[in-house]
């Protein structure tokens, strides 16, 4: 079935949309949504697209926390759903039509279902690029997204943990199987540089994620450090591109954003 010449695969191409770029990675926690966010963001605001967010991580959709997403979005006259926009992006989260507890069993094909609602049911209009939350993992409801959404590219989220690049790697497999271009390997929670006396530690190991990146063949998208107004910008529904732009960690966002 997972197979990217599989005649039964129906494409979920969506009119007016130029690409869809997915961010993934091979286990929850690693900073994919924090990604997705801070990509979405820099996008629309350093490199002036139009952008939209989709968060289909069905195990834990934080999108609407993290961009500050108020009730449900609405119902437009041809009944297609209409994004909320925030920080210049337009957002729909699987989390704002599904109980989380509930999705949390389905199977590759009730994700399709939801993800068909999510982007043909979306009245999204002229789009440079829709970027994808990816639920974690690289198991069928992941490679069936990858397969159906005709994704422009994969990005990869990864701590620089042995055992998180060990998932990076099966990321990478799960895009090359069904035939999708991969964007890179980003770094997350590289080192974390002491306020107090600026020096560097590499809590989960220096260097991991480029070394993947460049054994696999793999363009190296940067690093993220660990900083505590990264979790309180998510949390507090501010990305730091926003609140911060010109720090240096924003500019890494940024960057990441003209790679792609
Ligand atoms: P995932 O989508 O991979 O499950 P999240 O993006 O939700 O991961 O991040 C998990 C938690 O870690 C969140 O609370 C987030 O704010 C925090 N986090 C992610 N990246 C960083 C970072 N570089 N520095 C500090 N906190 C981070």
Redesign the pocket.
Known sequence: VHNARNPNTQSLKIEGIKDIIAVA?GK????????AVNLAVSLAKRCQLKVGLLDA?IY?P?IPLMMQLKGKPELGNDRKMIPIESYGVKCISIGSLVDEREAIVWRGPMVMKALEQLTRGVDWGILDVLVI?MP?GTGDAQISISQRLQLSGGLI?STPQDVALLDARRGVKMFSKVNVPILGILE??SYFKCPKCNESSYIFGQGGARKTAAEMGLKFLGE?????E??SG??EGVPIVMSKPDSIISQAYGEVAEKV
């Open positions: 990675s929850g926690g690693v900073g994919k949504s924090t990604t991580d834990g934080s939350d974690p989220v997350n929670m993220i450090p660990l900083e505590v990264i979790r998510s949390d």
